[in-house]
Structures are given as structure tokens and as C-alpha cells.
């Protein structure tokens, strides 16, 4: 814990999941909750010594309690936080999109002290290439997912992770990618390079796609997230948001960093702002990767 107004707990430790990727089933063993009550406690403990803010971490936080025969338990324990005196925001990752279940929906849309953020890795948009992943859902699923967290919950910001040139992805199934993320509208990607694990499955087949193919489609996946990004960004200039002081920015030291419910990173003039206050900051200038705001005011 680095920062006193900042905390992030763990709620779950392993994965039973096993996409074909991924080394954490090998090396963390499978899924193992920790009990609920232990869970809170930590938090009670943390908003005491003037926490704001709880990220609840697992790899994938979904299925929280299915180990302990406890069904919606992740959804039962934001309802939980939510009555915590001193947290001001909460929240989580990451999700399984197999996983994501109507009672968390609702959860993220009933409790005010949840962050209207989600993070819902997509990995790839071509229902071939997901599975072969083993990600255990279609390009259809995902899509439909989306639009039931949208239809619920209009204000999310939706952020995802997507691989580019898994071994045997095709033209097409690289269009499909693009093609779901310019359907979704993703306020923000991880996007990697698919880079082969020792120990993993995925790691015995053969990559067919010569390396400059895969940076051109990578580059092509960028391009198109940045332009969607900063078109998305540009619904928060004229607007007054809250952000979450975290400190002087590392862009320009002369100014403040935090982060909106959104978990958009917005660099202001601070004023007597300090780190851990709540400020609200208008949006002067939008862009992919952060916002611009002036005169930040403390609030709360």
C-alpha cells in the first residue's frame, strides 16, 4: 500500500479458468475465496486509517465464493462495502465475461460508492480464435453481455484487454476483432502482441503469421482504439467531474493527477487541493489518455 487514501485487497487467489494462454492456473493453483467477513474486516480496517477507495482484486473476481458453495457471493459483498463508513469508492478486477453475472449488474448499478468502470477483457472478437483460447464464450455472448451492461447501466466506461496474433488468427479473424471494438466503444485497451508461455498450451502451436503481419494489424487495432478513445472523451469537456487526488501528475509536475468514477486519469491545477482529497474539476481538453481540467475544488 503505497498510498494512505488508496487500498487494494484481495478477495480471491487463483483461477480455475485455464485459457490456453495463460499461466496463473499453473503457478497459483485453483480458485480459493477468502471468507467474506475477513474480507470486510480489512476494509473497516483500511477506511479507519482514512482509505477512500478499495479495489477488490482476483483473477477473476466473478467467482468469488463459488468455492465456498456461496451463490452472487461477489455481488453480496458490494452491497457490503457499500455500508462501510469512510469508503468513498470501490472498485474491482478482473471480470470473466462468462462469469458476469444479472445480480452483479444490478449490484454495480444500485451502490453508489461503485465505480461506474468495468473491466471485461475481450482477448480477441473472432469466436474461432476464443476457442481456441479457451475463453469459454462467443463473439455473440460478449456482444450481447455489453449490451445489457449498457442497457442497465448507461454511464459505464468499459475497458478490455485484447491479444493480436494469437497462433492461427486469420485475416478475418482479425477483422472480427475490429469489428467488436467498433461495436463495444472501449474507453480504453490493453492491446498486446501475443508472446507464447512456457508451460502453456497455446505454446505448442505453431504461429503461421509472419511477425510483420501481426505488427501491422497491431498498429492498425491501435489506431482504431486511440480514434474511438478520444472521440469517447470528448462527452467530458464543459463538464464538472469528481476526481480522486492521487498526487502531483508525472506528465507536468506543476499540476494534479487523479482519477474519475470512470477511472479516466485527469491532470488539473490543484489549488489547495492535496493528495486524498475529493475534487471536482472541470474539463477544459479531452483526449485518449487523459483529460484536462481547471480549477479543481475540494468537495467532501
Same mark, same amino acid.
Given at each position: ?13 487463483? #483461477? ?5 494462454? #495463460? ?87 444500485? #451502490? !453508489? !460508492?461503485? #465505480? ?30 455489453? $449490451? !445489457? ?54 505454446? *505448442?502451436?505453431?504461429? &503461421? ?10 498498429? *492498425? ?17 464543459? *463538464? ?19 482519477? &474519475? ?20 474539476? $472541470? ?14 475544488? *475540494?468537495?467532501?
Amino acid at each position: 500500500r503505497s498510498d494512505r487514501h488508496r487500498a487494494w485487497v484481495n478477495i480471491i487467489l487463483g #483461477c480455475n479458468n485455464f485459457c490456453t494462454y #495463460c499461466i496463473v492456473p499453473y503457478v497459483r493453483g485453483r480458485e480459493h475465496s477468502r471468507k467474506m467477513e475477513d474480507v470486510l474486516s480489512e476494509i473497516r480496517e483500511l477506511a479507519g486509517d482514512g482509505c477512500r477507495e478499495i479495489t477488490l482484486l482476483g483473477q477473476n473476481v466473478n467467482s468469488y465464493g463459488n468455492d465456498l458453495g456461496e451463490k452472487d457471493l461477489f455481488a453480496k459483498l458490494l452491497y457490503a462495502v457499500e455500508e462501510i463508513p469512510g469508503i468513498d469508492r470501490v472498485r474491482f478486477m478482473t471480470s470473466h465475461p462468462k462469469d458476469l453475472s444479472d445480480a452483479l449488474i444490478d449490484a454495480v448499478k444500485n #451502490c !453508489k !460508492k461503485v #465505480c461506474r468502470h468495468l473491466h471485461l477483457p475481450v482477448q480477441s472478437g473472432s469466436s474461432r480464435i476464443l476457442k481456441l483460447m479457451n475463453r469459454k464464450y462467443t463473439r455473440e455472448q460478449y456482444l450481447s453481455l455489453v $449490451e !445489457k451492461i449498457k442497457r442497465e447501466i448507461p454511464d459505464i466506461a468499459l475497458s478490455t484487454d485484447i491479444i493480436v496474433g494469437f497462433p492461427g488468427e486469420t485475416d478475418e479473424d482479425f477483422e472480427d476483432t475490429l469489428d467488436v471494438v467498433r461495436r463495444v466503444g472501449f474507453d480504453s485497451a490493453f492491446m498486446f502482441i501475443y508472446s507464447p508461455r512456457k508451460g502453456t498450451p497455446a505454446a *505448442k502451436l505453431e504461429q &503461421t503469421t509472419p511477425p510483420d503481419v501481426i505488427s501491422r494489424r497491431f498498429k *492498425k487495432l491501435l489506431d482504431l482504439q486511440t480514434g474511438i478513445a478520444t472521440d469517447l472523451a470528448k462527452r467530458f469537456e464543459g *463538464k464538472t467531474v469528481e476526481v480522486l487526488a492521487d498526487g502531483p501528475s508525472k506528465q507536468n509536475p506543476a499540476m494534479f493527477s487523479g482519477r &474519475t468514477c470512470t477511472n479516466h486519469l485527469v491532470n488539473f491545477e490543484g489549488g489547495d487541493i492535496q493528495k486524498g482529497d475529493m475534487a471536482a474539476v $472541470e474539463i477544459v481538453r479531452a483526449g485518449a489518455f487523459w483529460l484536462e481540467g481547471k480549477g479543481g475544488r *475540494k468537495i467532501g
